[in-house]
């Protein structure tokens, strides 16, 4: 597979379920990213991992866990979440993260529902 | 804090020109993205701006004021799959892309 994958694409879950989301780049890229995706609203940056460390934690709440274990692949875990959080949960890699503003290649995203 | 002004939603004819308006007000700027997001897919990279001025690339086109905090991206010879949401972002002084809400565009026969 080329560019970056995600797995599931939908995934329904109470609110006390635990699920995680996979990303996959096979880019060979340095950075990975979380993103939340609501309707009309902007691209809210969750979690940025670059080499493996993470590097940013923008005040996201601690029912989100998130997870690098190469620089290949990123998951974020789930767990006791609310309705609010439903949106699509979008991934992405880029060649770096600090210095030159590099272009940020999506996954397809994972579109999640929280009843 | 840090902004991004896009319209919410435009309508054009297939075959027409469109400019889709950003404005920003950012802590520092170290460039401008636009992307395009057809419904249901990933985000794609269209353009990049970091030096005021026209990019032209194919039938898209970008352009950059950074004394007025103000993008466009010019569509020609629209096609019905143009027919997506075009989200702009700028890099701040810490190289931190701060997302406008997209304009979503809407292409008519």
């Known amino acids: 597979e080329t560019g970056v994958t995600q797995t599931p694409r939908h995934l329904v879950m109470g609110m006390t379920n635990k699920k995680s989301l996979k990303c996959e780049q096979h880019l060979g890229h340095n950075a990975m990213y979380w993103y939340k995706q609501s309707a009309k609203k902007p691209l809210e940056l969750m979690f940025v991992?670059?080499?493996?460390?993470?590097?940013e934690n923008n005040s996201v709440p601690s029912r989100f866990s998130p997870e690098c274990p190469n620089s290949s692949h990123l998951f974020l875990h789930l767990h006791t979440l609310q309705p609010e959080d439903s949106a699509l949960y979008l991934c992405?890699?880029?060649?770096?993260?600090?210095?030159?503003?590099?272009?940020?290649?999506f996954g397809p995203g994972t579109r999640l529902t929280v009843t | 804090g840090q902004n991004i002004d896009q319209p919410t939603e435009m309508t054009a004819t297939e075959g027409a020109i469109v400019q889709i308006n950003c404005t920003y007000q950012t802590s520092g700027f170290n460039g401008l993205f636009w992307y395009q997001q057809h419904a249901g897919e990933a985000p794609t990279f269209l353009s990049y701006?970091?030096l005021d001025g026209l990019e032209e690339k194919g039938r898209f086109s970008s352009f950059l004021s950074r004394s007025k905090g103000y993008s466009y991206l010019l569509l020609k010879e629209l096609q019905m799959k143009d027919s997506a949401s075009y989200l702009c972002?700028?890099?701040?002084?810490?190289?931190?892309?701060?997302w406008g809400a997209g304009t979503k565009l809407i292409i008519k026969p």
């Open positions: 991992y670059s080499l493996e460390e993470r590097v």
């Open positions: 972002a700028v890099v701040d002084s810490n190289y931190q892309l701060i």
């Open positions: 701006n970091v």
């Open positions: 992405a890699s880029s060649q770096e993260w600090t210095g030159a503003p590099y272009e940020q290649y």
